[in-house]
Structure formats: structure tokens, C-alpha cells
């Protein structure tokens, strides 16, 4: 059996955006404070965040694939996060 690449395997996936609800949310003065601004820009693999020109961080939360690398590495009262309502967000099809 043919393993994929993830790129491969996430394109079998299924995403049911939430177009009233974000499951993420960001504390930017935390986020600012603390550094995590770049540091989860660059943890993402979904590449859900984004610094802006002003320093603030924003998120694209319909792209999340719910992995929680944002998680581990947020310090504690920048994220608050979510998982979408029952129906929305990612559905896994394949491992």
C-alpha cells in the first residue's frame, strides 16, 4: 500500500467552514507580549496565522486542520480555542 504524501492525504479530507463562529481565538496583547506572534506563524503547518504589518497576528480559522501544534506552543491566555460545532471543522477520511 502507497503511502501519500500529507499534502496527498490531507487533500482527501473534508472541511465544513463555520461561517459564523471562529474556534479560534487571540489575545493579541499576549500574543504580542510574549513573542508568540511569530512563533505560531511559523508552527502552523496549516498556515492558518499571519503577522500583519502592524505586529497583530490574525488567523484564518477555516483552514485549520485541527492538528494543536498552535497549543503546545501558545504561552497560557493567548489562544483561546475550540473545537467547530458538531458538523463543522475537519472531517479525516484517511489516517
Known sequence: M???????RLAQ???E??????????DQEVARRTGAVDLL????PS???S???DGSLSVEYAAC???GACLAVAPPGCLAWHYPRGGMGVQ????
Not at 467552514?17 to 487571540?26: G, P
Not at 506563524?41 to 502552523?44: A, D, E, F, G, S
Open 2 to 8: 502507497k503511502i501519500g504524501s500529507a499534502a496527498e
Open 13 to 15: 479530507n473534508r472541511f
Open 17 to 26: 467552514t463555520d461561517e459564523q463562529e471562529s474556534h479560534i481565538e487571540i
Open 41 to 44: 506563524v511559523r508552527v502552523c
Open 47 to 49: 498556515k492558518v496565522y
Open 51 to 53: 503577522k500583519e504589518a
Open 65 to 67: 486542520c485541527e492538528c
Open 92 to 95: 479525516f477520511r484517511e489516517g
